[in-house]
T-cell receptor
Framework: DQQVKQNSPSLSVQEGRISILNCDYTNSMFDYFLWYKKYPAEGPTFLISISSIKDKNEDGRFTVFLNKSAKHLSLHIVPSQPGDSAVYFCAASSPGTYKYIFGTGTRLKVLA | KAGVTQTPRYLIKTRGQQVTLSCSPISGHRSVSWYQQTPGQGLQFLFE???????NKGNFPGRFSGRQFSNSRSEMNVSTLELGDSALYLCASSLALAGNEQFFGPGTRLTVL
C-alpha cells in the first residue's frame, strides 16, 4: 500500500515556465514533508521541506504548498531551467516513527 | 567536507548468493539509513542505525540485515539473493536520529542474475 503517491511518472515543461509536481498521501499522521531531486548516477539531494503547521514554504525558485485537508502537496518551480531536469521525490514522515516514506518519483524534463 | 560514500558502486551476483554493501556517512553524522530504489516502487525504507543500534525498520524480510560500527560506518547484508533484489541501494546520513535533512550517497547498483 503506497502511502505517498506521485501519480505523474513524467512531466515536460518549457524553459521559463512553471513546473508543478504533485504528491498525495494517505496517512493523516504525516507531519513533515520533503522534496528531493535526483540526477542519474547520483543520490537524491534535499530540496525543500514543509512542516504540517504551515501551508507554504518558499526557497528561491522553489515553493512547496501543503493542503492538509486534501492530503496533497505540490512543488512549484518558477521559472523552470534545463538544469532542473531530474527525478523529483516527495517524502513524508510521521512523529515518532523516524522514517521517511517516499513516493515513486516524477521525472521532470525542462525543454530549452 | 566529504559526502556520503558507498562501495561498491556496481555489483553483479547470482541467485542464492549473499552480498554486503558498505556506507560511510559524512564525518560527524551518527545516523545512517538504507533505502532500496526500484522502478515503480520509488525509494523504500529498509532500516536506520544510530549509535550502532537499529532504531527503525521497514517492511523487508529478514534476509535484509545491517549493522553500524563505532565510527558510524554501516554495512547492509542481503542473504539468499532473489532476482527481485536487483535495485539501487542508497544510504543516507544525518546528524541526528531521523534528521530532517538527509544526505544521500550515490548508491550501489545490485544486479541479481
Amino acid at each position: 500500500d503506497q502511502q505517498v503517491k506521485q501519480n505523474s511518472p513524467s512531466l515536460s515543461v518549457q524553459e521559463g515556465r512553471i513546473s508543478i509536481l504533485n504528491c498525495d498521501y494517505t496517512n493523516s499522521m504525516f507531519d513533515y514533508f520533503l522534496w528531493y531531486k535526483k540526477y542519474p548516477a547520483e543520490g537524491p539531494t534535499f530540496l525543500i521541506s514543509i512542516s504540517s503547521i504551515k501551508d507554504k514554504n518558499e526557497d528561491g525558485r522553489f515553493t512547496v504548498f501543503l493542503n492538509k485537508s486534501a492530503k496533497h502537496l505540490s512543488l512549484h518551480i518558477v521559472p523552470s531551467q534545463p538544469g532542473d531536469s531530474a527525478v523529483y521525490f516527495c517524502a513524508a514522515s510521521s512523529p515518532g516513527t523516524y522514517k521517511y516514506i517516499f513516493g515513486t518519483g516524477t521525472r521532470l524534463k525542462v525543454l530549452a | 567536507k566529504a559526502g556520503v560514500t558507498q562501495t561498491p558502486r556496481y555489483l553483479i551476483k547470482t541467485r542464492g548468493q549473499q552480498v554486503t554493501l558498505s556506507c560511510s556517512p559524512i564525518s560527524g553524522h551518527r545516523s545512517v539509513s538504507w533505502y532500496q530504489q526500484t522502478p515503480g516502487q520509488g525509494l523504500q525504507f529498509l532500516f536506520e542505525y544510530f549509535s550502532e543500534t537499529q532504531r527503525n525498520k521497514g517492511n523487508f524480510p529478514g534476509r535484509f540485515s545491517g549493522r553500524q560500527f563505532s565510527n558510524s560506518r554501516s554495512e547492509m547484508n542481503v542473504s539468499t539473493l532473489e532476482l527481485g533484489d536487483s535495485a539501487l541501494y542508497l544510504c543516507a546520513s544525518s546528524l541526528a536520529l531521523a534528521g530532517n535533512e538527509q544526505f544521500f550517497g550515490p548508491g550501489t547498483r545490485l544486479t541479481v542474475l
